[in-house]
């Protein structure tokens, strides 16, 4: 670390300290007020070859980097802006969860009334191709593709629906042992 030297805005009192403490608040040792140590680009010379006397003095308030200008928009410049930008919205996922979901309260359901494993099953499908197709829809998948990927995830809804019911079948198991 090097040192830098530099005056007190109040009192003209010279003082040294680490560079580190470059932009913090000290107190001046002459006079005790509050001051800030002067950035390093305050110590960088203008000029190469010629020596300057004067110490930088430190600042009576914080100085914060300034951003450089910006130009007020125009109604029309603003529009063309945004017309440019796309515009992300975050899809509304109640109804995939609904639709991964749905199945498992409807086959209690279905079950009670014994409509049997068929209904089921059916209800299972059903599901995972509404959850699957919704997922290929807010993902805005263009024609064929949106069909390939409503059917990639439909496929993938039937696997999620294997996995859970098995969770529930073991958890099942273990609450009837215990």
């Given at each position: 670390?090097?040192e830098?030297?530099f005056?007190?805005?109040?009192?003209?009192?010279?003082?040294?300290?680490?560079?580190?403490?470059?932009?913090?608040?000290i107190?001046?040792?002459?006079?005790?007020?509050?001051?800030?140590?002067?950035?390093?680009a305050?110590?960088?010379?203008?000029?190469?070859?010629?020596?300057?006397?004067?110490?930088?003095?430190a600042s009576?308030?914080r100085?914060?980097?300034?951003?450089a200008?910006?130009?007020?928009?125009?109604?029309?410049?603003?529009?063309?802006?945004?017309?440019?930008?796309?515009v992300?919205?975050?899809?509304?996922?109640?109804?995939?969860?609904?639709?991964?979901?749905?199945?498992f309260f409807?086959?209690?359901?279905?079950?009670?009334?014994?409509?049997?494993?068929?209904?089921?099953?059916?209800?299972f499908?059903?599901c995972?191709?509404?959850?699957?197709?919704?997922?290929?829809?807010?993902?805005?998948?263009?024609?064929?593709?949106?069909?390939?990927?409503?059917?990639?995830?439909?496929?993938?809804?039937?696997?999620?629906?294997?996995?859970?019911?098995?969770?529930?079948l073991?958890?099942g198991?273990?609450?009837?042992v215990?």
């Amino acid at each position: 670390m090097s040192e830098i030297k530099f005056a007190c805005p109040h009192c003209s009192q010279h003082i040294a300290c680490e560079d580190i403490c470059c932009g913090e608040s000290i107190d001046c040792p002459g006079c005790g007020r509050e001051m800030f140590v002067p950035r390093q680009a305050a110590f960088i010379p203008l000029q190469e070859g010629k020596i300057t006397v004067a110490l930088p003095v430190a600042s009576k308030e914080r100085q914060y980097p300034r951003s450089a200008a910006l130009d007020l928009w125009s109604e029309e410049e603003w529009e063309r802006h945004a017309s440019k930008m796309e515009v992300h919205q975050h899809p509304n996922l109640l109804p995939l969860w609904v639709f991964l979901l749905l199945p498992f309260f409807s086959a209690f359901i279905l079950i009670r009334y014994r409509m049997g494993a068929v209904a089921v099953g059916i209800g299972f499908v059903l599901c995972a191709l509404a959850s699957g197709f919704y997922l290929a829809k807010i993902q805005q998948k263009p024609g064929v593709r949106m069909i390939l990927m409503g059917g990639l995830y439909s496929f993938a809804a039937l696997g999620v629906y294997v996995a859970m019911s098995f969770g529930l079948l073991f958890v099942g198991c273990l609450v009837a042992v215990m």
